[in-house]
């Protein structure tokens, strides 16, 4: 016999266990709360400081100096520095055919007293004159006809999916999904104008990662949600109860892939950006990681809570409040993989006299609510006959 | 069944060690994006009098042109007055070159009768009798006439019309071929003529206008149509200024006068290939509001039959037929169909006997056609990476760092049985470069900075096909199942979560690699390669590996999800 059959005393124990018997539905009012505070933030911070969009959206200057064995991507970037401008958004490139060496050097724009004075600077840097620096306004790379193209593209993929969802699950699943990463997506769009990061195209591509792993991770919650609803169909179990026992037995799951997921992308952050020095990794870094644990944070306390919501008013109504406590920890292992109420003899016996009597609601519930010692003390019965 | 699960397991293993050593043995590496490798830039130069607007249209055009033509992830943009393309993954300056030989700008012009060109450099005066003749385009680019006429005047077999795409005008035309065709290509030369090819690259064996072939001739099929009716026949000295011979696709040649408008007329990427219902293509292209009336005033004359557009042909009853507006781009002419009606509303289509490649062809060529400006390559220049050249290792080595943390955590969480996920990350991480690398030699789609990032996120979505699964087997030993009885439950209630969910990202990359472009697209390829592998790794390695572990006496007495397993 495993060691499961007792209770850990401590918090961590009862996770380590999947003990956990933590009332998800019951705090789902300070998941809304703060999702609507960060949509609110990003909302005004939207409107009153925008989105930095960066060089391949918006264009900016660009210059070409000759470059030497004195002069190369490096020091033009000190030169860039030099003079106050962040070398984050800069593409700086060497650009050599047979007859010329360039350095191209591309950031947003700047006004034209600066570029006059950074011109100045690159031909100082470079020991030529500043006729022999070129400098011109270069355009976006990303027109409009990508936004376009990728904006639709989303939308198609949004509809198929949710059709997806509806079908494989719940329409009102698919719906909490795309809440859920509806919500993932503005906190990460909430860090970027807050902080006021670049975007790039990298960033839409830090978006669309974020988003497809916030779906991802609902599902696998809602396919456990799923498999409850199947195994408590037979005793109308409110449906809260259904999400909170769903909650907590997938929660240890949901704290290691977490913590699988977040740690590539932190040692992206300080090994690569921090120690190893790649500026470019930091932002697309951050936004990631603060995405990714959108994500998992979502799926639990806004995804869920929120098909709850929409399932409150479907069917019969519950006939009781929803489990809480030692209770809801009861249900949470006893219906933990067996897909059966564990029913000990009294409780068969009382089922069949309820049976029939009145409803069995009670009973099945006093079922779910054995002592958890009681519970676990025979193993499951070998699955021949009947239904599942 | 414990066979099968070693032969999965063996089999998946020896596959992509195979593939992976495939891959280095042929040198197959993914290509690298322009920020972590570079590449080569071709600078285009735009014709005097470009205005900037022009440029940003090139710029868009040059780069939806690249990505139809496979090369992907171009970074176009203007700098300056020119246009600078870069390009990923390519090496060689030629390819560079014409990768990006997408310009040209498409004339419209009618088609007049063969008089009008004998000022021209046409060698021979055009009469109603060498119009029977075939025409070839000489290699050296000037138009001869065919020494060898065949004798045989094929009818205009009505092939191409142009009409509204609304049924008002259902009544539309048909369109004809300039002149009749020569049956058989008897000439070599206009087969392998170099300027033909170089615009035409898909079509050197399929003229867009081919005139019906013989079996689908009418038995009569002497109609003189081709042939200029008396009584419309202008004077036989030329009267308009301009007109010249120009070579068709098929190898013949029709006068056309002055041009009169460009492709700018249409709207840009309006033009598309449909189906009619008898199974017959037709091109439409909408027409942009500012280039309707040009476009008007030259179906007008046209349809009207005035001097300037004048009639070509008879129709089937015998009525002088519509002029036709000739299609051209870079001097040769694309198709030149007979206008059937005199105003034009918003949209035209084309119809005739297409095949689906002249089609599509077409509709390229009036896609192209919106280049308001010509551009002409004029120097190639190797790109360093832009992101800086340590960005690559910095993401590699820090995701190598992030890759043995998680292992390490899952190994002190999961202990033995965290030899599987090691295994199948293993083999994952083969696969996904395997396939990388086969996919970047296919269709040259480069790995950005954004891909590799995208990959270490997938190594989390990955390692949690895992840990559904584990966890779930935690929770059947804990209640009191043995390990060889969890096992395989264990994987069919996670087969189906991860199937779900993965099916999600696959949706995602599938919809967004068909109808977005650039670096989108670019993520959806990789998202899509994690994501098979995922699933590929999760069904024929981690379920028989752990099945046959299960199975077996090695977890007996070891620990594993911090449970003691017990004896089975």
């Known amino acids: 016999m495993s060691r499961g059959d007792q209770i850990a005393s401590t918090a961590l124990g009862r996770l380590f266990r999947g003990q956990t018997a933590i009332d998800f539905y019951g705090r789902r009012r300070v ?210 109860d259904i999400v909170n026992i769903s909650m907590n037995q997938v929660l240890m799951r949901s ?134 | 069944m414990k066979r099968r699960l070693w032969f999965s397991l063996i089999a998946t293993v020896v596959a992509v060690i195979a593939a992976l050593a495939g891959n280095i043995a042929t040198n197959n590496e993914p290509i690298l994006g322009l920020d972590l490798q570079g590449g080569l830039s071709v600078i285009l130069a735009p014709e005097d009098g470009a205005t900037g607007d022009d440029l940003l249209v090139v710029r868009d055009l040059v780069r939806s042109s690249l990505e139809r033509s496979g090369v992907a992830e171009p970074d176009v943009r203007v700098q300056g007055s020119n246009i600078v393309v870069d390009l990923p993954g390519v090496k060689d300056k030629e390819e560079a070159l014409r990768s990006v030989s997408v310009s040209g700008i498409v004339e419209l012009r009618s088609v007049v009768n063969f008089n009008e060109c004998a000022a021209s450099p046409a060698p021979a005066v055009p009469t109603d009798e060498t119009i029977a003749e075939g025409r070839v385009l000489d290699s050296d680019g000037t138009i001869t006439v065919d020494g060898d006429p065949t004798g045989e005047v094929t009818p205009p077999v009505d092939e191409e019309s142009i009409g509204f795409l609304n049924d008002e005008a259902k009544t539309s035309f048909r369109r004809s071929a300039p002149d009749p065709d020569a049956p058989v290509e008897t000439d070599a030369p206009a087969e392998t003529d170099a300027p033909a090819e170089t615009d035409a690259p898909a079509e050197t064996d399929a003229p867009a206008d081919t005139l019906a072939p013989a079996d689908s001739v009418p038995a009569d099929g002497t109609e003189p149509v081709a042939e200029v009716p008396l009584d419309l026949a202008p004077t036989l000295a030329p009267s308009i200024t301009g007109a010249e011979f120009l070579p068709t696709l098929d190898g013949n040649a029709l006068c056309a006068g002055p041009s009169q408008a460009s492709g700018e007329v249409f709207a840009r990427d309006s033009a598309s290939v449909q189906l009619g219902q008898f199974g017959q293509f037709s091109v439409s292209v909408d027409l942009r509001g500012d280039g309707e009336a040009s476009w008007n005033s030259l179906a007008t004359q046209c349809f009207n039959r005035l001097p300037s557009c004048p009639s070509t042909g008879v129709d089937t009853d015998g009525s002088a037929r519509p002029g036709q507006i000739a299609i051209v781009l870079d001097g040769i002419v694309q198709s030149a169909p007979v206008v059937n009606v005199p105003v034009f509303d918003g949209s035209v289509s084309i119809t005739g006997s297409f095949t689906q490649d002249e089609a599509d062809q077409l509709s390229d060529v009036l896609n192209r056609g919106a280049f308001p400006v010509q551009v002409t390559p004029q120097e190639t220049r190797t790109v360093s990476a832009s992101a800086g050249g340590d960005s690559l290792r910095a993401a590699i080595i820090a995701g190598l760092i992030g890759l043995a943390l998680v292992l390490a955590f899952l190994l002190a969480y999961y202990r033995w049985l965290a030899l599987v996920i090691i295994g199948g990350l293993t083999v994952w991480a083969m696969a996904v470069y395997s396939a990388a690398a086969f996919v970047s030699g296919a269709t040259n789609y480069a790995l950005s900075l954004a891909g590799v990032t995208g990959i270490i996120v997938a190594i989390g979505v990955t390692v949690d096909s895992y840990v559904v699964f584990f966890e779930r087997m935690k929770d059947e030993i804990r209640n009191g199942r043995t390990l060889r009885n969890a096992a395989p439950r264990s994987f069919n209630s996670t087969w189906r979560t991860i199937w779900s969910a993965d099916l999600v990202s696959i949706i995602g990359a599938l919809i967004l690699f068909s109808l977005s472009v650039g670096s989108v697209r670019g993520f959806a390829l990789y998202l899509g390669i994690t994501t098979v592998c995922d699933l590929f790794v999760c069904f024929f390695f981690t379920r028989p590996a752990v099945l046959l572990i299960a199975r077996s006496k090695f977890m007996v007495g070891k620990r594993a999800f911090g449970l003691e397993v017990a004896t089975s």
């Not at chain 1, 470059?67 to 958004?89: C, H, I, M, R, Y």
């Not at chain 1, 020991?127 to 006809?145: A, H, I, L, P």
């Not at chain 1, 120690?275 to 959108?294: D, H, K, N, P």
């Open chain 1, 31 to 240: 998941g809304f709360i703060i999702a609507v505070v960060v949509i609110i933030a990003t909302i005004g911070s939207l409107f009153t400081r925008g989105l930095d969009l960066g060089l391949d959206f918006e264009g900016g200057d660009a210059w070409d100096i000759p470059a030497s064995q004195t002069f190369g991507v490096d020091e033009a970037k000190a030169v860039l520095e030099d003079n106050g401008v962040p070398t984050n958004g800069a593409r700086i490139q060497r650009r050599s055919s047979d007859t010329n060496d360039l350095i191209t050097v591309q950031i947003e724009e700047v006004t034209q007293a600066n570029a006059d004075q950074i011109t100045a600077a690159f031909a100082e840097a470079a020991g030529v004159g500043t006729d022999e620096v070129n400098f011109s306004f270069t355009s976006s790379t990303w027109g409009g006809e990508i936004t376009d193209k990728a904006v639709r593209a989303l939308i198609i993929f949004l509809i198929i999916v949710s059709i997806f969802i509806s079908i494989r699950f719940e329409w009102r699943m698919a719906l909490a999904a795309l809440a859920a990463m509806a919500h993932d997506v503005v906190v990460v769009v909430g860090v970027y104008t807050v902080f006021g990061f670049e975007v790039t195209p990298g960033t839409v591509i830090a978006f669309l990662t974020i988003l497809g792993y916030s779906l991802y991770d609902t599902i696998v919650v809602f396919d456990r949600v799923r498999e409850n609803e199947g195994k408590y169909a037979g005793i109308r179990m409110p449906y809260e």
């Open chain 1, 255 to 388: 704290i290691n892939t977490s913590i699988s997921s977040v740690i590539p992308v932190v040692s992206l952050l300080l090994i690569g950006s921090g120690l190893l020095g790649a500026v470019t990794l930091r932002e697309f870094g951050l936004a990631l990681l603060i995405g990714m644990i959108s994500g998992i944070y979502s799926s639990i306390f806004v995804a869920t809570p929120l098909l709850a919501g929409f399932k409150s008013n479907v069917g019969r109504k519950p006939r009781r409040e929803r489990l809480t406590g030692d209770k809801l920890r009861a249900a949470v292992i006893g219906s933990g993989v067996t897909g059966r109420l564990a029913t000990t003899g009294a409780s068969v016996d009382a089922g069949s006299t309820a049976r029939s009597g009145s409803h069995d609601d009670d009973v099945k519930t006093a079922a779910v609510l054995q002592p958890v010692g009681q519970l676990l003390t025979h193993p499951p019965r070998p699955r021949k006959k009947k239904r599942r």
